[in-house]
């Protein structure tokens, strides 16, 4: 089964602090993505990454950057928290072809006070 | 740009009962549809991945069909049971990476 781990399920953070945000999968999937989910507005992708180093801005990216140093970890950057990011964070993996699913990991929530 | 659309956004029905619920999307140029199950304060759960080239896949309970050209699928559940009760959500894949996901059905099956 595949497994896609978020390291914190839920977060606290101050204004204006750095955070990192971690995923990691273990079936060696080439691309990963990063969403948020909130209430009304459903998920918005932010970022995603389709190899090694590469990413693509989502829909969202404005206030965020992200980091894929090796293929089975994918770090979000809330550069400057600020408090309209509380929400839940949700990563996901995939391999690219057509016939295969894309699968998240259990979410953090983030609150930013 | 890819709309998709789920109706109704909520549905309550007694145990046992068949569960219908409906996606639309706007544009047919997709690779695939993909529905997912979603627990509260969770992540999501792949339930079915429907190829562009398929009418329909099915897993124990559950059935989804794709229509393309009319831009819908249906999610069915045979015999629901209260461990059915979560938010549903269909996602469509155009030709990128990046998947397109409806607002979701919440369902809550009454014991």
């Known amino acids: ?113 | 740009k890819q709309e998709v659309t789920q109706i109704p956004a909520a549905l309550s029905v007694p145990e046992g009962e068949n569960l219908v619920l409906n996606c639309s999307f706007t544009d047919s140029a997709i690779y695939n549809l993909q529905w997912f199950r979603q627990d509260p304060g969770k992540g999501l759960t792949s339930l079915l991945l429907i190829q562009s080239s398929q009418r329909e896949q099915t897993s124990g309970r559950l059935n989804a069909s794709l229509d393309k050209s009319s831009g819908r699928s249906t999610l069915y559940i045979a015999a629901s049971q209260p461990g059915d009760s979560a938010t549903y959500l269909c996602a469509v894949r155009p030709s990128d990476y990046k998947l397109s996901f409806g607002a979701g059905t919440t369902v809550t099956v009454r014991a």
């Open chain 1, 1 to 113: 089964d595949v497994k896609v781990t978020q390291s914190s399920r839920y977060l606290v953070k101050r204004t204006g602090e750095k955070v990192f945000l971690e995923c990691v999968q273990d079936m060696d999937h080439e691309n990963m993505f990063w969403y948020r989910q909130d209430p009304g507005l459903g998920l918005r992708l932010i970022y995603f990454s389709y190899d090694v180093k590469m990413k693509e801005k989502g829909d969202i990216p404005e206030g965020y950057s992200v980091s894929r140093e090796k293929k089975e970890r994918f770090s979000l950057i809330l550069e400057s928290a600020s408090t309209n990011q509380t929400s839940m964070y949700l990563c996901a993996s995939s391999s690219p072809w057509a016939n295969q699913p894309q699968h998240f990991g259990d979410g953090t929530r983030l609150s930013i006070l």
